[in-house]
């Protein structure tokens, strides 16, 4: 019976360090890369290695998660900024910067402008949570003319919101099942009602 405890503890551990070895780094790049070409569903993917972290026995699991996908999003978003100001100043633009202008609608450009001029960084915080609402709000601070340094200062603390408020969605699917999977479910299912409800409250509002 010892041996097979030892032979079961042997398997388990390994196991979890792999998936770690593995997790921690795929996640930092495929938000990065979700923040630089925004196709990515990096609210779902940092809710599910949430939900993995939770059923995880190693320590600091969820810490390592939240520090992984908010540092993450905080790079991309700022060489993301980097580059539309570049730009911003070059006679011909650039594709990064056509890329922003294409994802930010001509309504919720204003919308950004006027809310930015209002509230200023306060905005930015906002901007990370509602979905959709992260280029618009970019584009305005670029058109406003932000100095990077001023975009990094209030982007900070937007990543850091971000971050925490998509984990604990995961740790919430995570605590309502005992797999991990059925939580991963719960918690992508989640993401996604949470991202397209703007876009039905929009319509619904439109159709009245």
Do not use: K
Not at 104 to 121: G, I, S
Not at 151 to 164: E, H, S
Not at 185 to 196: C, D, E, G, P, Q
């Amino acid at each position: 019976m010892r041996w097979w405890l030892a032979a079961a503890a042997t398997t388990v551990v390994p196991a979890e360090s792999t998936q770690q070895a593995i997790g921690y780094p795929s996640l930092f790049l495929l938000v990065l890369i979700g923040a630089l070409v925004p196709v990515v569903p990096t609210g779902a993917l940092v809710s599910s290695a949430a939900v993995v972290a939770f059923h995880q026995t190693a320590p600091f699991s969820l810490a390592l998660v939240f520090v992984t996908a908010s540092l993450a999003a905080f790079l991309g978003d700022a060489t993301l900024y980097w580059l539309g100001r570049r730009g911003m100043r070059s006679r011909n633009g650039s594709r990064w910067l056509e890329a922003i202008r294409a994802r930010a609608p001509e309504q919720r450009l204003e919308q950004a402008q006027t809310r930015l001029a209002e509230h200023d960084v306060a905005v930015l915080v906002l901007s990370r949570l509602v979905p959709a609402g992260r280029i618009p709000v970019m584009l305005a601070c670029l058109m406003a003319d932000w100095p990077l340094r001023r975009f990094v200062r209030g982007n900070l603390p937007a990543c850091l919101a971000w971050a925490l408020t998509y984990q604990l969605i995961g740790i919430l699917g995570g605590s309502l099942f005992p797999e991990p999977w059925q939580g991963v479910v719960t918690a992508v299912a989640l993401t996604v009602l949470i991202s397209a409800a703007p876009s039905v409250w929009r319509r619904f509002r439109s159709a009245g």
